[in-house]
């Protein structure tokens, strides 16, 4: 289903970048603490905003009605929709490896993604790093494309970061293989 840019069905997405003889590897997504970490963020981010309007209130700087109002509106455009991006980012953000490309789907909100496929050939670097010192099982991921082609690109929170660089580094070796090794085309009558 999609709903404005947000695509909720991430077999149509992967249909749309496949090409023909193109077969995918793996898909990745965000580790689940991805989305844990953005929630304590956040109810840290309320508990300041109740703190701040009631502290508000009880020195006489906002009447009851305006602190209600100023803590609504807070929790709405701050916690609120904190927590549904958070959400989208882990459930719906993914890294597709297939045997000619990396795509990257970042989507973002309801009315912005971003999707970047990358030729493995334009793969210069890939590195996996361990965060919050490998207790949870995940790490982040740096891509650098060759000959400066564009900015690193980092994914953080990914699952078996260290396996998931294994894989996309076979597959880059395995292309180059493919690639550089061109058997020229000869006819049974040749072969004789």
């Given at each position: 289903?999609?709903?404005?840019?947000?695509e909720?069905?991430?077999?149509?997405?992967k249909?749309?970048?496949?090409?023909?003889?193109?077969?995918?590897?793996?898909?990745a997504?965000?580790?689940?603490?991805?989305?844990?970490?953005?929630?304590?963020?956040?109810?840290?981010?309320?508990?300041?905003?109740?703190?701040?309007?009631?502290?508000?209130?009880s020195?006489?700087?906002?009447?009851?009605?305006?602190?209600?109002?100023?803590?609504?509106?807070?929790?709405?455009?701050?916690?609120?929709?904190?927590l549904?991006?958070?959400?989208i980012?882990?459930?719906?953000?993914?890294?597709l490896?297939t045997?000619?490309?990396?795509i990257?789907?970042d989507?973002?909100?309801?009315?912005?993604?971003?999707?970047?496929?990358?030729?493995?050939?334009?793969?210069?670097?890939?590195?996996s790093?361990?965060?919050?010192?490998?207790?949870?099982?995940?790490?982040?991921?740096?891509?650098?494309?060759?000959?400066?082609?564009?900015?690193?690109?980092?994914?953080?929170?990914?699952p078996?970061?260290d396996?998931?660089?294994?894989?996309?580094?076979?597959q880059?070796?395995?292309?180059?293989?493919?690639?550089?090794y061109?058997?020229?085309?000869?006819?049974?009558d040749?072969?004789?």
């Amino acid at each position: 289903m999609q709903i404005f840019a947000l695509e909720t069905n991430l077999g149509r997405v992967k249909e749309h970048f496949l090409a023909h003889g193109e077969t995918e590897i793996f898909t990745a997504h965000p580790h689940v603490f991805s989305f844990l970490w953005h929630i304590v963020w956040e109810m840290f981010f309320l508990a300041c905003l109740v703190v701040g309007c009631s502290y508000a209130y009880s020195i006489g700087l906002l009447s009851l009605g305006l602190a209600f109002l100023i803590f609504g509106l807070g929790f709405v455009f701050f916690v609120f929709f904190g927590l549904i991006e958070a959400y989208i980012d882990w459930k719906y953000d993914f890294i597709l490896l297939t045997t000619d490309k990396l795509i990257i789907v970042d989507q973002m909100s309801l009315f912005r993604k971003s999707i970047t496929p990358i030729s493995l050939e334009n793969l210069g670097d890939v590195v996996s790093e361990t965060q919050w010192l490998n207790v949870f099982g995940f790490g982040m991921i740096r891509f650098a494309l060759k000959e400066g082609h564009g900015p690193e690109i980092v994914l953080r929170y990914m699952p078996k970061a260290d396996q998931l660089v294994g894989h996309i580094a076979e597959q880059i070796t395995l292309y180059q293989r493919r690639k550089d090794y061109v058997v020229p085309y000869r006819s049974r009558d040749s072969v004789e």
